[in-house]
């Protein structure tokens, strides 16, 4: 946080009062409310290893499987874990090479059969 000015996170701390996601000590500190943290380790544990510019929703809709929960936005849709994996190998996955068109066997007929 050293890079970055304090005053840049006003507008997320003003959220976090607004929304009483934290609490004041008697020491004049400030610490998660217990419900927070347990949500955040929850996130913690489903991003890991993430990419950090990755953000993560709670409670949309997945537009692959129509499950609500924990999804990701990804080319403009929210997709949970399992659609997000499947169109991710979807995207890598590559189409084998049409097989060449087999030559038509041409028997020659000798001979004609008598009708």
């Known amino acids: 946080m050293d890079e970055h000015p304090i005053?840049?996170?006003d507008p997320l701390l003003r959220n976090m009062l607004a929304w009483h996601l934290v609490e004041?000590?008697?020491?004049?500190?400030?610490?998660?409310?217990?419900?927070v943290a347990a949500?955040?380790?929850?996130?913690?544990?489903?991003?890991k290893g993430d990419e950090p510019s990755e953000i993560v929703y709670f409670g949309h809709v997945c537009a692959g499987c129509?499950?609500?929960g924990l999804t990701r936005l990804r080319d403009g849709r929210y997709?949970?874990?399992?659609c997000r994996k499947a169109a991710?190998?979807?995207?890598v996955a590559t189409l084998l090479p049409e097989p060449e068109a087999?030559?038509?066997?041409r028997f020659s007929?000798?001979?004609q059969i008598a009708s």
């Not at 949500?39 to 991003?47: A, E, P």
């Open 102 to 105: 087999r030559k038509a066997r």
């Open 79 to 82: 997709l949970c874990d399992d």
């Open 66 to 68: 129509r499950s609500s």
């Open 39 to 47: 949500r955040l380790t929850l996130l913690v544990r489903y991003t």
């Open 88 to 91: 991710d190998l979807a995207t």
């Open 24 to 35: 004041e000590t008697g020491e004049g500190g400030w610490v998660l409310r217990p419900e």
């Open 109 to 111: 007929r000798s001979r």
């Open 7 to 9: 005053e840049r996170f």
